[in-house]
């Protein structure tokens, strides 16, 4: 199991500007090599904790991703949550990484992150987690 995690950045917003087209880079070609470079196997799993604006980057070709989404539900309506996702994608990451065995399957990786007291759910391609 792979885990992508995002970069370390502040919360502030861009100034302007929309998405970057990484083929347009002066750095284009290294990007791609290191691109190109990520474990990218069939039968593995990526565990993808990055926001939607860093899934642009690199997406797997073979490999089975699984986003990692978080929600708050109220009355049963389910809100995503932007300013604390991070974090609690991460204290997912560290239950995932110290588990005694890890998942190479999205309903493994489920039944860890319950284990570990996360309320979770699997969709089609992702684990949402409720907070």
Known sequence: MLILLPPSEGKARPEAGGPVDLDSLAFAAELREQREALPDEEGELILDMRSGAYTVAWKPKR?????????????????????????????????????????ADPEGVAALAEAAGFTVELSDGSLDVIV
């Open 63 to 103: 490999a089975t991703p699984l986003a990692v989404r978080v929600f708050t539900e109220e009355d049963g309506e389910r809100k995503a949550v932007s300013h604390m996702a991070k974090a609690v994608r991460g204290d997912v990451a560290r239950a995932l990484l110290t588990a005694r065995e890890p998942s």
